[in-house]
């Protein structure tokens, strides 16, 4: 940039803050990569599975968490956009640990999509209720698109051939979709499902709930814990992957497959 240009800005913010980082971009060429190694045949199938799941799910954990940050910004919150939420960065969100690795980890050992750690959005510069709620909402829209799109292009290109490695490893991501958009809506303070009704809440109850909030990640893990409250989790899940045409047995082979260490 010559000397005393100054960058465009978006409504005061440097464009550079729209851009999506090499990170995200990396993320997005290690799943076509390892699309195209499982299509083919290439290597080890099961690596690439691995590759194409685990860069497939972050990428949604990013769109997700970039769902949250751009209603936000539209909302009203410039804040987002300084903090690096709107580049796609799993790096720049709250905190990396809860929002990208803790997720991972407990895919590849439960084959639940965790929801991640929320992105901080500055709640007092957004005015009414409404938005607020649509902010928490749009995150969980998106594991909802991500899922149909992905089950649409299952039922749709499937059955003309292909791979059967590949379309698992397509419905074990359209499958991990589905449990983070229920668990994602489930009423527990800190999550996005709490968040979406906590301003609809009555000054005591708001209290309450945002006594509980920090602790929304043991609550949920306490729940699904829980057999009955478990059961009723992966019954609701499965009778939604049920009637989306999500087969089970499709699913079931491409998490035997993400789990390349066991064979």
Partial sequence: MPPGD???LVLGVPRAAFRPSPIFLALVAL???????????????RLAVFGFVVSGW???LCLHEYAHA???????????????????????YSHPLLSIALPVVVVLLGGIGLPGGAVWVDRHVIPGRLRHTLVSLAGPATNVLFALVLVAVLRLVAPGGGPVEF???????GFLQLT????????????????????????QWRRMYDLFAPYG??????????????????SAVFAVADFL??????YATGLELIRFWQG
């Fill in 245 to 250: 045409g999500l087969p089970p047995w499709l």
């Fill in 31 to 45: 799943l076509v990569t390892c699309g195209v190694l499982t299509w083919h045949g290439i290597g080890n199938v």
């Fill in 217 to 234: 990640f043991i609550l949920l893990f306490a729940l699904l814990w829980n057999p009955r409250i478990g059961g009723w989790f992966f």
């Fill in 70 to 92: 751009v209603v936000a910004y539209r909302s009203g919150d410039r804040g987002v956009a300084h903090r690096g939420y709107l580049t796609l960065n799993p790096l720049k």
């Fill in 6 to 8: 100054a960058e465009p």
């Fill in 167 to 173: 379309w698992a490893a397509v419905a074990l991501l």
């Fill in 180 to 203: 983070a958009s229920v668990l994602n809506l489930l009423p527990v303070p800190g999550l996005d499902g709490g968040n979406m009704i906590q301003p609809w809440l009555n000054p």
């Fill in 58 to 60: 972050v990428v949604s």
